[in-house]
């Protein structure tokens, strides 16, 4: 059995919201898409990605295409079951249903929770205009936003521009919750939120588990977790049919193990023993520096509580005494010695960046994530303005 998939383009997101209404009720599945630049007729946010297919099973409501940061794109499968059993757990664990302030791209999984948790509360979203993030607009859009519980969803990026600005700060704390998600967030911004009122949860989930099932490093109800070799695998209603058209990538992804279904995430984690969650990396984001492991995303966590740092990004660079080293991409100016003496002091001499390289503008995906490809490029290629040996 199958049903047609419906590429929906993102430029008005109530086209979107009225597409996924339809296909959540059975209707025709959706791929929502951004038109290129280049070519407004070629449904993908992807540019390289093929053409999507007419059909899909009919079990599939919405495909993501997720945004390659780190590898080859994907289009994510998933369910309205998967879909409102993740809104249903996130609504129990925020106090019960609202209505939302939209500030994410609706191709974009977390934008898309917005609105399938609108769809499931009867209620209507309301929306900042789509483009550069305008604090604002942003304040604007929750003055109108008229509900019992009211809430938002952004990345941490969006979130330093509101508490940059007065207002925007104050519409911010009105809210009944705030999540944060998408990366990682500085635990300096989090606490500046909490500290001017906020009610900040932060997420962690990806397209695969219909966006974020763990806040605040608690599993949301039905949310079942393990480790493998150091890696995190989730469990849950929530979890996608697999990959579109990709059998062999969703086998590897997708495991059955203990009667359960699990999805083998590219994350390692420790799970204390109250189940709290604690994601350390990416498992592929280790470099082994003078015969050392060095976890990047560690690296970074610490660079990143640094006055200024919030949006700085931690690579790999190849080294011919240390094979490789980290090195730290930012755009707002930084002596090498002071990040070295801080990073040292956290995580030991061999993660200590060996080089910073400023730039205009650190490279952004339209989610609000680091383009970590393209940071690397300019980690290996741009002049670093500071440079030491680890």
Known sequence: MTRP??????DDPFDVLRALESALSGGPAILPWTPSPRSASVPSSDPTSSTPPAVVPRRVALVVETSGSTGAAKRVALSSEALLAGAAAADAALGGPGGWVLALP?????????????????????????????????????????????YTSLVPAQLARVLDDARATAALAGLD???????????ALRDRARAAGARIVTTYGASETSGGCVYDGVPLGPVRTRL???GLELSGPMLAEGYLDDPERTAAAFVEGGGFRWYRTADAAEIAADGTVRVVGRLDDVVISGGEKVALGAVERVVREAPGQSGAVVTRRASDRWGEVPVVVTDVAVDVAVLRERVGAVLGRAARPAAVVVVDAVPMLPTGKPD?????????DAAPSGSMDT
Not at 177 to 187: S, Y
């Open 5 to 10: 998939l419906l590429p929906v383009p993102t």
């Open 106 to 150: 609706t191709h974009y999984i977390a934008g898309l929770n917005v609105l399938t948790r609108s769809v499931a509360a009867g209620t209507s979203p309301v929306v900042v205009p789509p483009g550069h993030f305008d604090p604002t607009a942003f304040a604007d859009a929750v003055d109108r936003l008229h509900a019992d519980r009211r």
């Open 177 to 187: 919750a705030v999540l944060v998600g998408g990366q990682a967030t500085p635990i």
């Open 228 to 230: 493998v070799d150091g």
């Open 372 to 380: 970590r490809r393209a940071v690397q490029r300019l980690a290996a």
